[in-house]
């Protein structure tokens, strides 16, 4: 990708480069496709697609992929967000692709080997240096397929000082160290129909290399060369999330009672009161790179509050456990408000049809599904992430309810 055409300007372009790399070390530059390199067929800034492409038949496969579209997600503060489309040349399916590295085309065939993307880390314009650990990605998309089998695809691979090859290197765990990979089925019955979807999805830290680069790909199908000719993919605002959980919270080495990752508030009676200190008190942070403060003061004669400070990786993200002990009857102080129970679980794809995927807190909780008649049709045991086969269901809305907390689950 070219940031600016005359060469004259090469020098200034790295250091620009360089220096907007620096400005977000836990996030990806331009992650809501708000800057580009020219008009709304250009490269999205620090966005690499088959017009920067290399290989035998980069001439070919230059035909314009994307689009950039006005608008975007719900609740977007953003003008623009980006759109891939399968594209047809000379009767072979071409995938729309969108990568921070680069894009090789160097077989006819779209499943060859010899196609794939990949970090060029001699070019800056193709690669993207990374040293964080994030536990979740989040990204919003808007998906069309004309077959309801067809799944995009958005992944994110951390690996180590190498030129990473995707999908070529994917299962070698000596060459990476994490990779986060969001699929979603259609979205919307009608290519005319913007129906967007935020899907989450953890990174798995498999592998055994370090953290050097980053290599984000995107396509309208995770099968190459499948599909069909104009399939498209919108996507805005890709975010990685870093931890602020706990996992425990333990009294002189005895974990309390009741204790569930996404509730903030506790009440514990103790015995003798005042021979309790900071140092009785610990916890686990659910992410080893995570910072964990904690605070003992005094509310009146018979309570006494821990606060648990959880700091992420990022240093940006934040959370406060706190853990009330008290000498009579346990509970939360009158007029001391708890903080709201954060979200216990999220599903993808929605709508959804032959499975969901969720992510959650759970721990093994029951999950149901219920139609809009009330009656059960699913129901099974959740622990953590979990993908859930779904039984031959009418097409409509349904609730999923999961830890008292409820969400909307269309299927089509």
């Not at 480069?17 to 496709?33: D, E, I, R, V, Y």
């Not at 008190?281 to 006494?304: E, F, G, K, M, Y």
Request: charged residues 15%; contains cysteine; glycine residues 6%.
């Amino acid at each position: 990708m070219k940031k600016i055409i005359h060469a004259i300007f090469f020098a200034a372009c790295i250091i620009l480069s360089a220096t907007m790399h620096a400005q977000s070390p836990f996030q990806l530059p331009n992650p809501g496709f708000e800057l580009w390199d020219g008009g709304n067929t250009s490269e999205p800034t620090y966005w690499n697609t088959f017009s920067s492409s290399d290989g035998t038949y980069a001439s070919l496969a230059s035909d314009n992929h994307h689009y950039r579209r006005s608008g975007g997600r719900p609740g977007t503060a953003g003008s623009h967000y980006l759109t891939l489309y399968t594209r047809s040349i000379i009767g072979i399916k071409a995938n729309g692709n969108m990568t921070t590295g680069r894009i090789h085309a160097a077989a006819m065939s779209a499943s060859s080997s010899n196609n794939y993307n990949y970090t060029q880390r001699s070019n800056p314009d193709h690669c993207q240096p990374f040293s964080a650990t994030p536990d979740s990605l989040y990204v919003w998309v808007s998906y069309y397929a004309a077959s309801r089998s067809s799944e995009a695809q958005v992944e994110a691979i951390i690996h180590g000082d190498r030129d990473f090859k995707a999908p070529n290197d994917v299962e070698n765990t000596a060459y990476f160290k994490g990779r986060a990979v969001a699929k979603t089925t259609r979205t919307t019955d009608s290519p005319s129909q913007m129906y967007w979807t935020l899907l989450k999805v953890p990174f798995v830290y498999n592998g055994t290399d370090e953290a050097h680069y980053l290599l984000v790909n995107m396509t309208t199908n995770n099968i190459p060369g499948d599909g069909d000719a104009n399939d498209s993919l919108s996507v805005d605002d890709i975010t990685f999330v870093y931890s602020a959980w706990l996992n425990n919270i333990l009294l002189q080495g005895n974990p309390i009672n009741g204790f569930h990752r996404g509730k903030l508030d506790y009440a514990l009676h103790v015995d003798d009161l005042q021979a309790i200190d900071a140092a009785d008190i610990s916890a686990t942070p659910q992410a080893a790179d995570s910072r964990l403060d904690i605070q003992l003061q005094n509310v009146d004669d018979s309570t006494r509050l821990a606060l648990l400070n959880v700091t992420a990786e990022d240093s940006v993200t934040t959370r406060t456990y706190r853990l009330f002990l008290c000498a009579g009857t346990a509970r939360i102080p009158v007029g001391i408000e708890a903080p709201q129970r954060e979200p216990l679980f999220a599903i993808y794809p929605n709508p959804a049809r032959d499975y969901i995927n969720i992510v959650s807190h759970a721990d093994n909780e029951m999950l149901t599904i219920h139609n809009m008649q009330g009656q059960t049709v699913l129901q099974t045991p959740v622990s953590g992430n979990a993908r859930i086969a779904l039984p031959p269901l009418p097409h409509g809305c349904y609730t999923v309810t999961l830890g008292g907390q409820h969400r909307r689950l269309i299927v089509r």
